[in-house]
């Protein structure tokens, strides 16, 4: 591993501006993507497809960033798909739609696959068999095109975490329930990082989201794209822009100290627009983050009194898409009414928060875990 790493970042306010000359551009800034993909490479773009959003929602890779990239590389002489395995699969079809990447893998005449049944293979990764989408191992370059997002359970999601999306189906859900905690839950996907490494990710900050994210903050405005051949270091930088600390964030903290990529600002070489220049005002972060600050002894001593679990408000549509994605089966639904929480069953996983489509649910935090808000 060598000891710094460079991170492009460019200044973009609009999906409507010329975003290929941009990117092309922000790519120049790490050597252009001759340096990342050559003629004849079969080559998987990997967006973040979370859940049935449409674009405006920011939850999900903005559709024309996947079409600026599709362009770009068939423009290298490589052959481009687009694939993801989203939070929300027993609707693919609905969620390709709703995001509007199925019709830019149309227009653009690129295959979109579903990982769902495009077969894996079983990898050991954190001590674990996990299986992994076959497309995402067979392509020679993997680009992914995360979503800038805070997330209630990892503080912050970007390149890294994105790679969640090449285990296909409900192993999603069992890994939650495998590993609960924010730390061990990083722990995992710093280990899943060192098995699926991709050779370029370009994030989309153009809209990115804050407060409860991945899918139940606010659209937010950065006005930005970043990338790097570095994920860690891509994630590390906009953490570093959006005044998030690193080690907030599990997988990174791992990363920085299993020495598996490059976390610290002063090792990350920023290229393009000085990240100072594109701070935003007014970004907040999840707010579970209070929870995470907590020393690690007294969690131990107070831990019975510190939790955090949904509850339901009035935009419930009783879909039961909660119920089927709780990986302990902590909630119950009877028809017409919303679902009910057994407490002692719920790890906080924010499973059924990502999932909602119709943002009904608020993780909600324990008195105490309030309080220490307060006073941190
Ligand atoms: S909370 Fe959301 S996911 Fe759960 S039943 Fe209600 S609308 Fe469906
Ligand atoms: S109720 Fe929600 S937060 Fe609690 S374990 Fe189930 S999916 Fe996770």
Partial sequence: MTNTATVSFIKCESYTSDLQSAIEELIDGIGGISNFVESGQSVLLKPNMLTTRTPEQATTTHPEIIRAVIRIVKAQGATVSVGDSPANITKI??????????????????????????????????????????????????INLPKVKTHVLTTYTGAVKNLYGTIPGFQKTMLHKMFPKPNIFGEFIAALYDEICPQLSIADGIIGMDGDGPSGGRPFKLNFMAASADSAALDASICHLLKIDVNAV?????????????????????????????????????????????????VKLIDPFLWIRPSFDDKCVFCGKCVKACPVNALTIKKGEKPILEPQSCIGCCCCHEICPEHAIIMEQSPLLKFSGKIS
């Fill in 93 to 142: 079809a609905e969620l390709w739609d709703t995001t509007g990447i199925k019709q830019v893998c149309n227009e653009e005449n690129v295959p979109l696959l579903n990982f769902e049944n495009a077969g894996s293979e079983t990898l050991s990764i954190y001590g674990v068999q996990v299986g992994i989408a076959k497309p995402v191992l067979d392509a020679d370059v993997i």
């Fill in 250 to 298: 599990g997988y990174l903290k791992t990363i920085g100290n299993e020495q598996m990529g490059i976390i610290a600002k002063n090792n990350i070489n920023i290229v393009g627009t000085p990240i100072e220049e594109l701070t935003p005002i007014g970004f907040d972060v999840p707010s579970t983050l209070r929870a995470r600050m907590i020393p690690g002894w007294i």
